[in-house]
């Protein structure tokens, strides 16, 4: 009798003590669905580097700088950006100083701020350049200055990778109506006195038209 007691208080202690141990497991709720969605979400804006610093070669901007920012709102599809190169140059007949400039937005088809996209911004090509030895009437020679403006809005489609170090490629075409010539006054070198209005060409740079110009350009840079 005393065995079988003992049998049965064995059998009601480990009942008891499985109960304690099954009790804190079934306590521990599983994730809801809008907490997945929060960890998801907040993982997924930690990866996407917002601020891109970088340097693009190519027509029109030769070589410029440039920075972009992906907002972190509509679904990370926006990135406002901006661009700026200057350079002097001299050539036999013509020297002087070009600065690039342009401002504009970016559409990603991803919620990544990287892949592929579109852009469309609005760019400046200014030029001030000295012209020598231009011909004037009589024989005489001189010399002058001319500010030249090329303005024009740009459509491109562009590829950015993502990561700490990113490259990015871009082609498009810039719409305006481009002179091709300037006029300007123009001083004779050996007689200061004497002034002629005079229109020269202007320097040739690749890609432009009277209609536009073409815009292709290859990049490299830093995200963080």
Not at 118 to 132: E, H, M, P, Q, R
Not at 139 to 167: D, M, P
Request: aromatic share 10%; hydrophobic share 35%; proline share 4%.
């Amino acid at each position: 009798m005393k065995k079988i007691l003992f049998a049965i208080m064995v059998v009601l202690g480990s009942f008891v003590n499985a109960q304690e141990i099954e009790n804190p497991i079934s306590i521990v709720e599983s994730p809801s669905t809008d907490t997945i969605d929060i960890q998801d979400s907040i993982q997924s804006d930690y990866k996407i580097k917002r601020i891109s610093i970088g340097l693009k070669l190519g027509v029109p901007n030769i070589a410029s700088l440039g920075v972009q920012y992906t907002l972190p709102f509509l679904n990370n599809h926006l990135a406002p950006y901006f661009e700026y190169s200057s350079y002097n140059y001299n050539e036999d007949e013509m020297e002087g100083n070009l600065k690039f400039s342009e401002f504009g937005v970016s559409y990603f088809f991803n919620e990544k701020g990287r892949g592929l996209y579109l852009g469309l911004g609005v760019s400046s090509l200014k030029i001030d350049a000295t012209y020598n030895d231009i011909s004037l009437d009589f024989g005489k020679t001189g010399s002058g200055t001319a500010e030249i403006a090329l303005n024009t809005t740009n459509l491109k489609l562009g590829l950015k990778t993502g990561g700490r170090i990113y490259f990015r490629l871009e082609l498009g075409y810039g719409m305006g109506t481009l002179p091709q010539t300037v006029s300007f006054k123009a001083t004779d070198n050996l007689n200061p006195s004497y002034t002629e209005t005079t229109t020269e060409d202007i320097p040739e740079i690749p890609g432009i038209s009277e209609n536009g110009l073409i815009i292709g350009n290859i990049g490299l840079g830093l995200s963080f």
